[in-house]
């Protein structure tokens, strides 16, 4: 078998925005949020169903996965490969957004279900050390929990480290599956998981067609590409501050040496910049 890169914008949505496959995304939901017994969710309807481009080669537009159980209560699972500028008002933002869009401006507000956000995050994020963390809005003094319908779980992938055999639960098991995956050639044993065996049999690219192992590699490489942009960006942001501090440095006096020792500058990006300043 060869396994999909879960993390994968196209391998992302066709496992877990399979209309088809509910039971994984059932499967997944129960285990990162603990639910058992009659709180198990039993039905989703997959919102945003998984669909590829209709352009070869366009960028898709849905980013993450949205559901809706039995009862009502929204959720979004979405995976975040880099941490981007603002990632907490977005989330919180969108959170908000589906809570409120549920309702027409003539609509009672007791009709409001709860929204359930998951973050999948390829970086650490939060300064738990907890590879799983569960965010409520409780009162500050008394932790008491009144306002129940936003809720946020974040999955941080850098923090799980637990190997094949050290696996005992399933939310280990799915967090194993979405971080692993790509690197195995059989599926684990033990799985004693109907949806998760499923995600496996779906994340192996040897059954997928043409067209999605086309649109799966494209990701893949406007990913490197956004990656790269982003680390140029941030290197041009670090030369620019060693310019900054160089700069003040240089109209205050101070000698090519000690520049250089400050900021690392090269000899000849110092004498540069000493003669744009004397030529402003």
């Given at each position: 078998m060869q396994f999909a890169d879960i993390t994968n914008d196209i391998a992302f949505r066709k496992i877990f925005g399979n209309e088809a496959k509910t039971e994984i995304l059932i499967s997944f939901l129960n285990a990162v949020l603990k639910l058992e017994g009659i709180k198990q969710i039993t039905w989703v309807e997959i919102l945003n169903p998984y669909q590829l481009p209709r352009i070869a080669g366009s960028?898709?537009?849905?980013?993450?996965?949205?559901?809706?159980?039995?009862?009502?209560?929204s959720y979004i699972i979405e995976?975040?490969?880099?941490?981007?500028?603002?990632?907490?008002?977005?989330i919180t933002f969108y959170s908000a957004k589906g809570y409120?869009?549920?309702?027409d401006a003539s609509e009672n507000?007791?009709?409001?279900?709860?929204v359930i956000f998951i973050g999948i995050l390829n970086f650490e994020y939060m300064q738990n050390p907890?590879?799983?963390s569960r965010h409520l809005i409780l009162d500050a003094e008394t932790q008491e929990h009144k306002l129940k319908d936003l809720e946020f779980s974040f999955i941080e992938l850098p923090k799980f480290n637990k190997t094949e055999q050290e696996l005992t639960t399933l939310v280990e098991k799915w967090i194993f599956f979405i971080k692993n995956a790509e690197n195995l050639t059989v599926i684990p044993k033990n799985l004693d998981d109907e949806g998760l065996e499923i995600a496996y049999q779906e994340a192996d690219r040897h059954t997928w067609t043409k067209e999605e192992l086309e649109e799966y590699e494209y990701a893949r490489m406007r990913e490197t590409d956004e990656i790269a942009r982003e680390l140029l960006v941030e290197e041009k942001a670090k030369m620019q501050e060693k310019?900054?501090?160089?700069?003040?440095m240089i109209l205050a006096g101070s000698e090519d040496d000690f520049?250089?020792?400050?900021?690392?500058?090269?000899?000849?990006?110092?004498e540069q910049l000493r003669r744009v300043i004397s030529s402003s």
């Open positions: 960028k898709a537009t849905i980013l993450d996965v949205r559901a809706k159980d039995k009862a009502g209560n995976m975040q490969v880099t941490d981007k500028k603002g990632l907490d008002k977005r409120a869009s549920q309702l507000y007791y009709k409001l279900k709860p907890n590879y799983l310019l900054d501090i160089a700069k003040k520049i250089y020792q400050i900021t690392n500058l090269t000899v000849e990006q110092i």
